[in-house]
């Protein structure tokens, strides 16, 4: 994917970071239109809403259909918003770009569906129209086939990619409604640095309360861009009501954002990260040093016959390592995470002896 071009839309200077903003879902043409006019008023460039909306169980609001593709494109010509929705399957695509939409994106439940990428990817051939596209990620935590679902839609011909990160199913409650897990949107970002990501804190926080933190967050890890729920009326939406916000709560969120986007970096931080690189390189000796204590027990253990995974020594280098964590100031459950990685290849090192 060299050949990704930076996420533009014809006719409009993208801001940094990238808005989005517009309702869950399309409803009625007067919530259509009042909460594009609040937006337009407040700056936002491009509008989002939900046309088709994926519901987990049946009878739920499905969205209003092809009618509220009218109402987007009297947003644009009454306001000059570029208009953007998601689309899941052949017919949305054919319908949307009917309508002329300026951008798509692809929901959470479809890039998790090679058979629906591929379907759309198609149709977008077939049509000829490099439109832009933003990839959401699968709900599973896969990064392989969230890169898969934009690999489908460059091999189509769509240059102007863009991710959108939207946190990853978990059962059961918690803070969240979609897991963060960073660490995935940041290993993309790694590979193809050329590939926009933006940050949907509305479905990964799922209240209200929890969109300034998270969006600031992403901004703080150098995404390009967040794609925010907003409704005239948030109360009475039909879908998503907790986590969505009026124009007014937006621009407040908006105008108290920090975007970070220094240059080059100042020589203080040139000698903190000499200091790391040094701190890296002895905490790869000792871990070494350490894989080949775990070697000798092992060839002792084939000696005499004992099983390699000791649960009552490994249950206490956990705790006495944990607690020394914590007076140190590390978290529990970072070293929980690293103890149990070094576990794990402790006891691979030595079952390898024992073959
Ligand atoms: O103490 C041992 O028996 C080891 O082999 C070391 C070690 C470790 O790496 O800490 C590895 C495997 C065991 O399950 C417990 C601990």
Request: proline share 6%; with cysteine; charged share 25%.
């Amino acid at each position: 994917m060299e050949n990704i071009q930076p996420l533009a839309i014809d006719g409009v200077e993208l801001s940094k970071p990238i808005i989005i903003s517009g309702p869950c879902s399309a409803e009625t043409e007067e919530q259509v239109l009042e909460t594009a006019t609040q937006l337009a008023r407040k700056g936002v460039k491009i509008y989002r809403a939900g046309i088709w909306k994926p519901r987990t169980k049946p009878g739920g609001f499905e969205g209003v259909g092809v009618p509220g593709l009218a109402w987007l494109n009297k947003v644009r010509k009454e306001t000059g918003m570029k208009i953007s929705t998601e689309v899941a399957n052949r017919s949305h695509v054919e319908a949307a770009l009917e309508y002329d939409l300026d951008l798509l994106w692809i929901g959470a439940r479809t890039s998790a569906n090679p058979f629906a990428m591929q379907e759309i990817a198609d149709v977008l051939r077939e049509s000829g129209r490099d439109i832009p596209v933003l990839v959401k990620n699968p709900v599973n935590p896969d990064l392989e086939l969230w890169i898969g679902a934009l690999e489908r839609l460059y091999n189509a011909g769509i240059t102007r990619l863009g991710v959108i990160h939207r946190g990853f199913s978990t059962y059961g409650e918690h803070i969240y409604r979609n897991h963060p897990q960073w660490r995935i949107p940041l290993e993309l970002r790694i590979r193809y640095p050329q590939i926009p990501i933006i940050c949907d804190p509305s479905h990964i926080g799922g209240k209200r309360e929890l969109i300034a933190s998270l969006s600031q967050q992403a901004l703080d890890m150098g995404f390009d861009g967040l794609i925010i729920e907003s409704h005239c009326n948030p109360d009475c939406a039909w879908s998503d009501k907790n986590q969505q916000i009026t124009p007014e709560v937006l621009s407040v969120i908006l105008d108290n954002l920090v975007y970070r986007d220094a240059p080059a970096p100042a020589e203080s931080l040139v000698q903190l990260r000499r200091q790391i690189d040094q701190l890296d390189n002895e905490l790869l000796e000792v871990l070494a040093k350490r894989m080949n204590i775990s070697r000798e027990i092992g060839t002792y253990k084939r000696d005499h016959n004992m099983p390699v995974v000791q649960p009552n020594r490994y249950g206490d280098v956990m705790s006495t390592r944990i607690l020394a964590a914590k007076s140190m100031g590390i978290g529990e459950e970072f070293m929980r995470s690293i103890l149990s990685a070094i576990h794990e290849e402790s006891v691979r090192l030595q079952v390898e002896i024992n073959k």
